[in-house]
């Protein structure tokens, strides 16, 4: 398996704590196409066919980080996309 970077452990660890692409975008500054292009590599890097199978591959090879990098208690997987 090829590294995972940095920016890629925070993206993961917030698939998996179940925020959508916006929302990783909007906590970490940077835009929805950026988010998905370090998913898309990610499902490269762990041969992963969809966001489920990326989490359950990532946990297996642990690298799935269980800490939420984000310091925003303001923001929450829950929250409405257009609010950000």
Known sequence: MKPITIQEQKILSLIGHGYSTIQIGYA???SAHTVESHRKNLL???DAKNSAELIL???QAKVLS???PIQNENLNPTQDENDL
Do not use: F, S
Request: charged letters at 15%; hydrophobic letters at 40%; aromatic letters at 0%.
């Open 66 to 68: 269980t800490h939420n």
């Open 57 to 59: 591959k990532a946990i």
């Open 28 to 30: 970490l500054g940077i």
């Open 44 to 46: 490269t890097k762990l």
